[in-house]
Nanobody
Framework: QVQLVESGGGLVQAGGSLRLSCAASGRTFISSAMGWFRQAPGKEREFVATITWSGVRTVYADSVKGRFTISRDNAKNTVYLQMNTLKPEDTAVYYC???????????????WGQGTQVTVSS
């Protein structure tokens, strides 16, 4: 089992920045990748970004490319999502997730955090 706890959400004005953190515990060594997803009210959950355990490979959704950066600190078992130039459409609950295996890093995650709210005001 892998436990994930997100933090860092909040209210920010458009154009501002936030950094989300995801602390992992448990059998973290079984995870091949860590990702961020988000779900806005009335919408399905969508992929945002992911990073492999080594940190060599990252993937971003087109909607956040150039604005968001995912990184990880394996010594701290923590993954970060730096979000810059935030837009009102970025408003959502952001979830951290861990993936055990599989080449497609945008789907089929096995463990999920409880989520953290990000609200971007216009």
């Amino acid at each position: 089992q892998v436990q994930l706890v997100e933090s860092g959400g909040g209210l920010v004005q458009a154009g501002g920045s936030l950094r989300l953190s995801c602390a992992a515990s448990g059998r973290t060594f079984i995870s091949s990748a860590m990702g961020w997803f988000r779900q806005a009210p009335g919408k399905e959950r969508e992929f945002v970004a992911t990073i492999t355990w080594s940190g060599v490979r990252t993937v971003y959704a087109d909607s956040v490319k150039g604005r968001f950066t995912i990184s990880r600190d394996n010594a701290k078992n923590t993954v970060y999502l730096q979000m810059n130039t935030l837009k009102p459409e970025d408003t959502a609950v952001y979830y951290c997730a861990a993936k055990i295996s599989g080449y497609d890093l945008t789907t089929d995650y096995n463990y999920w955090g409880q989520g953290t709210q990000v609200t971007v005001s216009s």
